[in-house]
T-cell receptor, first 114, second 111 residues
Framework: EPEVTQTPSHQVTQMGQEVILRCVPI?????FYWYRQILGQKVEFLVS????????KSEIFDDQFSVERPDGSNFTLKIRSTKLEDSAMYFC????????????FGNGTRLTVT | QKEVEQDPGPLSVPEGAIVSLNCTYS??????FMWYRQYSRKGPELLMYTYSSGNKEDGRFTAQVDKSSKYISLFIRDSQPSDSATYLCAMSAGGDDKIIFGKGTRLHILP
């Protein structure tokens, strides 16, 4: 069964450094998302992306965050200058073209900012 | 009032018991309701997906939606130790609207 894949599984970085989290969505999906989950807290929406542009973003998704689909398969989340509070699991998700099809998630990247 | 409320548990039940997991919500625009299962250090895995009010059954799992009460449930019959996980309810208004998650309920099935 096709799946969303994310790399790396764990990223450790120092405060102030830039990180790029990578995702390969399911191949025929058109809608792409990033969610984050701080340890012990709920899964929170960050951003949605469709047709090569951001559809919606949350308050969390400030100027330090950006997303890109550099080619036909990858979808990336960049954090320009990481803060301690950015430490979390970051989940990529995608869904198909059919209206209201459900999200399929990757296994996440655990980001640790020291 | 939070948009989606879910008791975080933990909920411990003996193997074979029927499990009932619930969420309430405040946004009457929500039309699509999902249950995800999340194992430790893994991504959420879609279990059930329903539209509007009613019941949906898939194997040992039954999802119920009562839009008049803004209340959704997931029932697990003949629970197994492998069902031990965190169960997340999620919902959206549809279209391009983002999906909002509950905090998740940690479930332990005791052998």
């Amino acid at each position: 069964e096709p799946e969303v894949t994310q790399t790396p599984s764990h990223q450790v970085t120092q405060m102030g450094q830039e990180v790029i989290l990578r995702c390969v969505p399911i191949s025929n999906h058109l809608y792409f998302y990033w969610y984050r989950q701080i340890l012990g807290q709920k899964v929170e929406f960050l951003v949605s992306f469709y047709n090569n542009e951001i559809s919606e973003k949350s308050e969390i998704f400030d100027d330090q965050f950006s997303v890109e689909r550099p080619d036909g398969s990858n979808f990336t989340l960049k954090i320009r200058s990481t803060k301690l509070e950015d430490s979390a699991m970051y989940f990529c998700a995608s869904r198909g073209a059919r209206d209201n099809s459900p999200l399929h998630f990757g296994n996440g990247t655990r980001l640790t900012v020291t | 009032q939070k948009e989606v409320e879910q008791d975080p548990g933990p909920l411990s039940v003996p193997e074979g018991a029927i499990v009932s997991l619930n969420c309430t919500y405040s946004n009457s625009a929500f039309q699509y309701f999902m249950w995800y299962r999340q194992y430790s250090r893994k991504g959420p895995e879609l279990l059930m997906y329903t539209y509007s009010s009613g019941n949906k059954e898939d194997g040992r799992f039954t999802a119920q939606v009562d839009k008049s009460s803004k209340y959704i449930s997931l029932f697990i019959r003949d629970s197994q130790p492998s069902d031990s996980a965190t169960y997340l309810c999620a919902m959206s208004a549809g279209g391009d609207d983002k999906i909002i998650f509950g905090k998740g309920t940690r479930l332990h099935i005791l052998p």
